[in-house]
């Protein structure tokens, strides 16, 4: 079974930065991507960032600029660095990793949240 476990989340104050991680753990992992989505208290989830291969990204047009994802494929692991910290950035980020393996064709795989407040 293919977990995505997260961490890095926390109350900061606005104009600082945080920094989310998540790490695939399986066996025979094939990862054609992964990404950060995030929900906020009453809002639909939206694609924060995304990346394929391993430069390939795509922003939200509010985190371009600020955010920047990237990628450690030895260690099946997506970061999310996040500069100048709005209020508007507090959500629940879940990362998503599409994953291939010995028995499974690509398959969307999803971390268990983790929760970021901006907050003065």
């Known amino acids: 079974q293919v977990q995505l476990v997260e961490s890095g989340g926390g109350l900061v104050q606005p104009g600082e930065s945080l920094v989310l991680s998540c790490a695939a753990s399986?066996?025979?992992?094939?990862?054609?991507?992964m990404s950060w989505h995030r929900q906020a208290l009453g809002m639909q989830r939206e694609l924060v960032a995304f990346?394929?291969?391993?430069?390939?990204?795509t922003y939200l047009d509010s985190a371009k600029g600020r955010f920047t994802i990237s990628r450690v494929n030895a260690k099946n692991t997506v970061y999310l660095q996040m500069n100048s910290l709005k209020p508007e950035d507090s959500a629940v980020y879940y990362c998503?990793?599409?994953?291939?393996?010995?028995?499974?064709?690509?398959?969307?795989?999803w971390g268990q949240g983790a929760q970021v407040t901006v907050s003065s």
């Open positions: 399986g066996s025979s992992l094939t990862i054609y991507s």
């Open positions: 990346v394929t291969g391993d430069t390939n990204t």
């Open positions: 998503q990793a599409i994953v291939e393996t010995m028995e499974s064709p690509p398959t969307p795989y």
